[in-house]
């Protein structure tokens, strides 16, 4: 079953946020989700340990880089879609994931600071690819963004990834206080109050389309990836 990784070597990009959005997505549609917090900040389990929190996700933790590797592949058996949320550092642990994943999402915030990082994660997966000998499918997740207007520096930046070749995804994450609602509260977007948090439909619709979005670069994926077992 998928396997989906969100690795940056820059905390504060919004990596669990996206993470979770995802996962209570696909858990919305029915399908079981394993979520692997492997952020030694548990940001995943903290959420999960707020009430709200869908039937068809679980989350689980793993201490050391010796473990990451038997969690994917055992969580994968056990669930449609398995979500890695990394810890923000490149390290053997985020190597080692990789190497199980699908699909590599790199958040990253649309600045300089947040690219240069995010190229350090781009390398990193060419690392694992030489090292395991397969192809990794990765793609940079832009946060944080406005949903109103796209500032020149971050317009820059996808102008040098495009003729660069770097994946990016066609949605991106927009700033939204329905997503920070989400940590302090637990649960879903559909479940927030909307008394107390303010946009929920535009925050649930943008969670969407990228869920949505992911889901169709996993299928794009998946018959390359059978001619691979195949052979």
């Not at 600045?111 to 995010?118: P, Q």
């Not at 317009?155 to 949605?171: H, W």
């Not at 109050?193 to 925050?203: G, L, R």
């Amino acid at each position: 079953m998928p396997t989906i990784v969100f690795a940056s070597p820059k905390g504060g990009v919004g990596k669990s946020t996206a993470a979770v959005l995802l996962a209570t997505e696909l858990a919305g549609h029915g399908a079981s989700v394993t979520m692997i917090d492997a952020d030694p900040n548990r940001p995943l389990s903290q959420w999960a340990n707020r009430p709200g929190k869908p039937a068809m996700l679980s989350v689980v933790t793993t201490p050391t880089e010796d473990s990451i590797i038997d969690t994917i592949e055992k969580s994968a058996v056990q669930s449609t879609f398995v979500i890695v949320d990394l810890e923000g550092t490149a390290s053997m642990m985020a190597g080692y994931a990789m190497s199980r994943a699908d699909l590599v999402i790199i958040p990253a915030q649309g600045s300089h600071l947040d690219a240069t990082e995010a190229v350090k994660a781009i390398k990193l997966v060419r690392g694992q690819e030489k090292a395991f000998q397969k192809k990794i499918p990765f793609a940079i997740l832009f946060t944080r963004t406005s949903a109103a207007i796209r500032p020149r520096t971050l317009q820059s930046i996808e102008v040098q990834f495009a003729e660069n070749k770097v994946p990016m995804f066609g949605c991106q994450l927009h700033e939204r206080e329905a997503y920070r609602a989400v940590f302090a509260f637990g649960g879903t977007l559909s479940g927030l109050d909307p008394a107390q948090v303010t946009n929920i439909p535009a925050a649930i619709l943008n969670a969407k389309l990228f869920a949505g979005e992911v889901v169709g670069m996993l299928k794009d994926r998946a018959p390359a990836k059978r001619r691979e077992e195949v052979a």
